[in-house]
């Protein structure tokens, strides 16, 4: 090949690499939205409020987004003094990303590998993915590849290390978005110590340990956090993730799921025979067990929590993390074969399910993704060439939405005192610009174990910490019952505050402790009791008082090592009432380890409502624990030890009635979140 033509091949492959950059970004691009109100809007504007209030996260704030989770959301809610932020966000590290997934793509072994490499990043995966977890695992991880197996445009030192001091960079930032991405960026980190100190030296690797810890804390104290939050971060971000697959597990597609197991040992055979092609290299074994570790952590994301959006997840990541697999050198024409048919039929496995649930649960036809994808290229091209529009735009449909949820009488009410929501719709609370202090636990639904439902009880408990004012109604999901949800807080808002007026659906109460004291001083031991799984606890001689109920529900053995691996399935507790109807609601084993309050029955705001003008309530006759299906028996110990408390002096404020209450208190509060639920009801008779 002459100079001339060695010249024009590097251009024309130039001109392709870069077509396919530009295509990659152009999908991988999210761009902030403006969004109604909802349970997830909600969070996603309280995190870039906390971020621009420079909360500490870990400390005034616990959730399993980071200081940086504004921006590693898909599509974030639009947020006026963050959207160039947040834009910058998106472009650099989508441009980052798209880089690594170019470079690993011109490592792939044939045109047929990477056509179906570049298929599956930008269409598929752009046009079937709702969240972003997917695109950051695999980034992190194929940079991590890149780094253990560099290519050969790597191989001078000082590019090799200057690569690796960005992706250390990179990764101290992106450990800061979610918990879960910090936990792999972690593995990540010590696989690629683990191949310095055996390719390098002891002291290399050191080094590179001790720059990421510089680079973290930095990152951290230019974010304005204190370093000694670190630890309470970790802590109460593990007391989070350790008690999600038992409190969110939803009834799953049995057939989805196995689909997805399937999946996984294909992968895994998959790493296992290319690692044992080289048994000697190190590296192989690392990037090998960082890929598995990652899908584990991704099949958590996806599997724990079930519903589609969440899924697909799982699916998006399983379809692309194949081609991150470094393929031995060493491989014979035969070897090179199976290493391919295995690829494939990973591939094949995860394609086929994530269009199964597609299918089955959203409707969508085959032509779906294209479509998708289609429109993602044109609307980000569209929002990059005129971004001052649609940021003029945006602020428009901002302003209309604080129209919709105005609340002009509470605001007059409340002036600049403080402010919490008990229900999940915090956005209307921000929307209407109030000095929002909300409890630590902010989404209360997140609060996952009996130590972060005491942290919420304490919070209000101490006057020092308490909201003057809390924009009430109930907003349990999943058909938990309302009053064990977030039950440490709600039990002493329900002693220690009064209502004032409802305005649009939103009940205000106000803070009273000078008038009385909160709940848990008063409560009082009934009786402790060894009950069986499905046996009926009687409490009609006392459901005259206010009860709390706690219960010790124990996991065995095998229930342990399945919510470590999967989701537990749902328990209920049946309750039938004095006037002989029956109820059904979903209780979490952690979370039912606290005092809920049990009798009188709050299903909803108009019980809460009759609470407050002392009008009469459902009354518990008896309850028992119950499960759906024969097999979650197996999983949890069948004696569970019951504990009820009474408390003589709990009737709520105002007891003597003298605040009234106009007749439209009594219309249903609407709930804010589209994931809210009460208890299911039957009128069976007794």
């Known amino acids: 090949m002459t100079l001339k033509q060695k010249a024009l091949s590097g251009t024309t492959q130039g001109a392709i690499a870069f077509l396919i950059f530009i295509v990659l970004c152009l999908s991988f691009f999210t761009f902030p939205l403006p969004k109604m109100i909802n349970l997830d809007s909600s969070w996603e504007m309280v995190l870039g409020h906390a971020f621009k209030q420079n909360w500490q996260v870990g400390v005034d704030y616990i959730f399993t987004y980071g200081l940086l989770g504004h921006f590693f959301v898909k599509n974030p809610i639009y947020d006026a003094d963050l959207f160039y932020k947040t834009v910058a966000w998106v472009i650099v590290f989508n441009c980052l990303f798209s880089v690594v997934f170019l470079v690993r793509w011109s490592q792939l072994h044939d045109w047929i590998e990477k056509s179906l490499f570049l298929f599956l990043s930008a269409v598929v995966m752009t046009g079937l993915s709702f969240f972003n977890d997917h695109l950051y695992f695999l980034a992190i991880v194929c940079t991590t590849i890149l780094i253990i197996h560099p290519p050969k445009f790597l191989s001078v030192k000082n590019r090799y290390f200057s690569m690796l001091g960005l992706a250390l960079f990179s990764f101290a930032i992106l450990s800061m978005t979610k918990f879960s991405t910090f936990i792999l960026v972690m593995l990540c980190i010590t696989g690629i110590i683990m191949v310095l100190w055996q390719r390098y030296s002891f002291q290399i690797a050191a080094k590179t340990l001790i720059i990421f810890i510089i680079l973290f804390m930095g990152v951290w104290i230019l974010c304005q956090q204190s370093l000694l939050n670190i630890p309470t971060f970790i802590i109460n971000s593990l007391d989070i993730t350790g008690g999600y697959s038992e409190a969110m597990s939803l009834e799953p597609n049995m057939i989805v799921v196995w689909w997805a197991v399937f999946g996984i040992a294909v992968t895994s055979i998959l790493v296992i025979f290319n690692c044992l ?169 997140t609060a996952y174990s009996e130590s972060l439902l005491k942290i919420n009880g304490h919070f209000y408990a101490n006057p020092q910490q308490a909201p003057e004012f809390i924009l009430f109604g109930f907003g349990a999901i999943d058909q938990r019952v309302p009053t064990m949800e977030d039950s440490q807080a709600l039990n002493v808002i329900l002693r220690s505050y009064k209502p004032l007026f409802i305005e649009k659906g939103v009940l205000l109460l106000k803070r009273a ?78 979370l039912s380890k606290a005092d809920f309050l049990i009798n009188p029955l709050l299903f909803n705001q108009i019980d809460l409502v009759k609470w407050y003008r002392g009008e009469p309530l459902k009354q518990v006759a008896s309850l028992r624990v119950v499960v759906k299906s024969v097999w979650p028996i197996y999983l949890f110990h069948l004696n569970m030890n019951v504990t009820v408390k009474k408390d003589e002096g709990s009737s709520p404020l105002p007891s003597t009635g003298s605040l009234q209450f106009p007749d439209h208190l009594s219309q249903r509060l609407k709930p804010l979140s589209k994931s809210s639920s009460t208890l299911k009801g039957t009128t069976k008779e007794g």
């Open 277 to 445: 092609a080289q048994p000697r290299e190190l590296a192989k074994f690392v990037s090998g067990g960082i890929i598995l570790l990652s899908l584990f952590l991704i099949w958590k994301s996806g599997f724990v929590r079930y519903s589609f959006i969440h899924v697909m997840k799982f699916f998006c990541f399983a379809m692309i993390v194949p081609f991150l697999i470094v393929r031995s050198q060493n491989m014979g024409f035969k070897r090179s074969r199976i290493f391919s048919g295995l690829l494939f039929l990973s591939v094949f496995i995860a394609l086929t399910g994530a269009f199964y649930t597609a299918r089955t649960s959203a409707g969508y036809s085959p032509s779906y993704p294209l479509l998708a994808w289609h429109k993602t290229i044109v609307n980000n091209a569209k929002t990059l060439w005129s971004l001052g529009d649609i940021k003029s735009y945006y602020d428009k449909v901002t302003l209309n939405l604080k129209q919709k949820y105005e609340l002009p009488k509470i605001r007059a009410a409340v002036g600049e005192a403080t402010v919490d929501m008990f229900q999940p719709g915090q956005g209307v609370l921000l929307l209407n610009g109030f000095n929002y202090h909300p409890r630590p636990i902010f989404h209360g639904y």
């Open 513 to 590: 402790v000078e008038e009385r004291g909160v709940l848990t001083n008063n409560v009082k031991l009934l009786f402790t009791k060894e009950i069986q799984m499905g046996e009926s606890l009687h409490l009609q001689h006392v459901s005259d008082k206010p009860l709390f109920l706690s219960l010790e529900i124990r996991k065995n053995w095998l229930g342990r090592l399945i919510s470590l691996l999967y989701q537990l399935p749902p328990l209920f507790i049946e309750v039938k009432t004095t006037d002989g109807h029956t109820f059904i609601g979903r209780i979490i084993p952690n």
